[in-house]
């Protein structure tokens, strides 16, 4: 579990675990 990522990015989705900013913000829960 990379924790690289700023709050924004597991705030908007609910998991932090991937750390992936640009997935999470961009195109939501794709790596779940």
Do not use: C, N, Q
């Amino acid at each position: 579990m990379k924790k690289h990522a700023p709050p924004l990015a597991f705030a908007g989705t609910g998991r932090e675990d991937e750390g992936m900013i640009v997935d999470k913000v961009d195109h939501g829960p794709i790596a779940s």
